[in-house]
């Protein structure tokens, strides 16, 4: 990939991402006594608008090199450079009252013991919020392992959550659930 390929790709997520957060942040309605777990936290960028609303961002990313980013300047951030399916081996998301994907759940070969651990251990309370691909988005991953909403929202509800905010974005969808 050539560098002015990398940096439209990169200009053109950032103006989508912006489109689309403020929505987000709304739907989520997170508070300065939120902990939130932002897993596959990529460059930064909504660890950074969580730091400003929540108590404290954990994030977790595979790639240590993207935790140079300026978005991880707050201080209320701790940075964690693994992979969550590694780390969920011996940690957990008993802290957590928001645990967060942003188009990183669909990539992720553990998705079940993931959602099972996050069920185990998330406070009753405690959100899952997922920012994914809407299959008609003509960028982002293969359509054939993309995540529609009709196939995430059973497979996330089966392990004792509920389906309690949703909105619809050109290219994406934001879906939160609750634990019941």
Known sequence: MNENHFTKHRYHNQKIRESISEEIL???????EDIV?????????YSSLFAKKAKKVI????????????????????????DVCEWIKVNDFSEATHVF??????DLGCQRVLLEKISKTICEGGHIDFVEF?????FGPPKSI???INVLKPM????????????????????SFVKV
């Open 59 to 82: 994030a977790i990313e595979a790639y240590k090199m993207n935790f140079e980013d300026p978005n991880y300047s707050e201080s209320n951030i701790e940075r964690i450079d693994q």
């Open 37 to 45: 777990f932002d897993i596959g936290s990529g460059d930064g960028f």
């Open 146 to 148: 993309r995540l529609p």
């Open 26 to 32: 709304k739907a989520m309605s997170l508070t300065k």
């Open 134 to 138: 809407n299959l008609k988005a003509n």
């Open 101 to 106: 994907f942003s188009n990183s759940f669909h």
């Open 156 to 175: 996330v509800e089966s392990y004792g959550f509920k389906k309690v905010k949703s909105v619809d974005f050109e290219n994406h969808y934001f879906i």
